[in-house]
Each structure stands twice: as structure tokens, then as C-alpha cells.
């Protein structure tokens, strides 16, 4: 019985992970999603935030930011394509916040539906991003 599967997280602009893993978790787009060896095929959305992947090689925790994407889980391997990802460590809170606070001026001076829902997607992707790092941070 496999007791590690194999992790590949990509965005449009590089690999930023591929590996075993003895557990992954992610924010799914119902909810936090915890994936084992062996797990159900799935594929599903996954909203802003942190993938969190436990390292079968060293039991460490690799951290990764995404912004939102796909995830395809077969019993031996996990694939998150994602819009955007970033290694935990390289996550910067002082751009993020500002990022953040340019996307809720967008939001007040809006003059269409489109800007303005462009402008709270942004929102949405920089506090998921401020949070994760926040939980990277912790640990």
C-alpha cells in the first residue's frame, strides 16, 4: 500500500514544487481540503490561500501561496495549477499589504461592474495572501 504521493504544484511562470508527500492540504472552493495517500479521484477549483504539503523526504512542511487555480487528486498523485504561486518564504507582507490597499482604492473609485469586481478579486487574493503568510509566520 503506497504510503506517499506525488506532489506537483506549477503556475503559469514555473514549477514550485514537485515531490513526495505524505499529506497535502489546501483551500478548496467549499472548503479546507486534506489529501492522503490513496485519496478519491477529484478535481475541483481552489480558492486564494496556502497549500501545505508535508514532505515525505524530511517530515517538513513545505508552505506555497496560490492564487486561486485547479487541483486534480488521483490515488498517487495531487497537480495544483495555479494561477499564481508563491514559496512561503518569499512571500513579502509589506507588498502584499500594499497591493491590497491599491485594490480597495480601485474598489471606491470604480465606475463600472467589471472594475469593480476586478479590483475585489485582487482584494480577496491579497488578504488571503497577508493570512497565509501570517500562518507561515507562526510557525
Not at 514537485?18 to 480558492?47: C, D, W
Not at 496560490?66 to 504561486?85: K, N, R, Y
Request: aromatic residues 6%; proline residues 4%.
Amino acid at each position: 500500500m503506497a504510503t506517499t504521493l506525488h506532489v506537483d504544484v506549477v503556475s503559469a511562470e514555473e514549477s514550485i514544487f514537485s515531490g513526495e508527500a505524505t499529506f497535502v492540504a489546501l483551500p478548496g472552493e467549499l472548503g479546507e481540503l486534506g489529501i492522503y495517500p490513496r485519496h478519491t479521484p477529484l478535481i475541483t477549483r481552489i480558492k486564494p490561500g496556502a497549500v501545505r504539503i508535508k514532505r515525505a523526504d524530511n517530515n517538513e512542511e513545505e508552505f506555497v501561496f496560490v492564487a486561486g487555480g485547479i487541483l486534480e487528486v488521483q490515488p498517487d498523485t495531487v497537480t495544483v495549477l495555479a494561477d499564481t504561486a508563491i514559496r512561503g518564504h518569499d512571500l513579502d507582507e509589506a507588498k502584499a499589504n500594499e497591493a491590497k490597499r491599491q485594490a480597495e482604492e480601485a474598489m471606491k473609485n470604480a465606475k463600472s461592474d467589471i472594475d469593480f469586481a476586478k479590483a475585489q478579486g485582487e482584494f480577496a487574493a491579497m488578504a488571503a495572501q497577508i493570512a497565509a503568510l501570517r500562518k507561515y509566520r507562526r510557525k
